[in-house]
């Protein structure tokens, strides 16, 4: 199998008709628009368990994407530096009869490249959690004075 982790793409003319491929990749968050509903890249690489199977007309693609993720911190508003873990999974196809299932992304037949990259963005949004912290137990902000009250007690009792 013949994948680039500098652009997330795998050239399907690699891949063998009835045949599992797989490997594990570093990849550089920050060469990417990653363009997240929440959250930025971290400052280290990305890790991709990648699986592939190619059918003749298909590819599944299968794997674990691992990556450090900086967030801000739902309780004090800090960076939370998020260590997440998504699933990646995605079935690219030129099979016209497939390619009407919402599942299926078309193969528009180029170079013979495919780019995972939207498959493992999502797979980042699903794994972002929905109130992130910067630390298990965060004491976020006093609601009377804003203090950060990890940095200690302002006081103030509710
Ligand atoms: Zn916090
Ligand atoms: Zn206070």
Redesign the pocket.
Known sequence: MIFDPLRLALFTDSLERGKRSAGEYTVPLDRFDWNLPEGVPGDEPGRLALEAAFSGSSVLVEGVFAGLFIARCSRCLQPARLRLRGRVRRVYSDDPELCDDPEVEPILRGDGWISIFEAVRESVILAMPMAPLCKPGCRGL?S??G?DLNGGD???RL
């Open positions: 006093c009377l004075c203090a302002c006081g103030h």
